[in-house]
Nanobody, 114 residues
Framework: QVQLVESGGGLVQPGGSLRLSCAAS???????MGWYRQTPGKQRELVGT???????YYADSVKGRFTISRDNAKNTVVLQMNSLKPEDSAVYFC?????????WGQGTQVAVSS
């Protein structure tokens, strides 16, 4: 079973930045990956995606502020979050795209508050 580990979350003031990392027990380089977030009582939503070739997609709510990149040497997928807003507060998860998703990790908590 593939294990996903998200890290890098924390408490940050509005306008601040965080860098989240997604690591896995398999090589991520060949998989299209997505970052998701979830707040209590709401469904998990897609934040953005990155194909194995590096093409990216972002939800309108984060476009221009968030960037997904891959570090194949470290076998991680990174979500750089800038200009954070209180509404970005959530637990962030990563997973492969498509129907054969892996078991969800624990996620990493992001709190944006002054």
């Amino acid at each position: 079973q593939v294990q996903l580990v998200e890290s890098g979350g924390g408490l940050v003031q509005p306008g601040g930045s965080l860098r989240l990392s997604c690591a896995a027990s398999v090589s991520l380089r060949f998989y299209p990956m997505g970052w998701y977030r979830q707040t209590p009582g709401k469904q998990r939503e897609l934040v953005g995606t990155a194909t194995s070739g590096g093409s990216t997609y972002y939800a309108d709510s984060v476009k221009g502020r968030f960037t997904i990149s891959r570090d194949n040497a470290k076998n991680t997928v990174v979500l750089q979050m800038n200009s954070l807003k209180p509404e970005d507060s959530a637990v962030y998860f990563c997973n492969r795209l498509g129907t054969a998703i892996w078991h969800w990790g624990q996620g990493t908590q992001v709190a944006v508050s002054s």
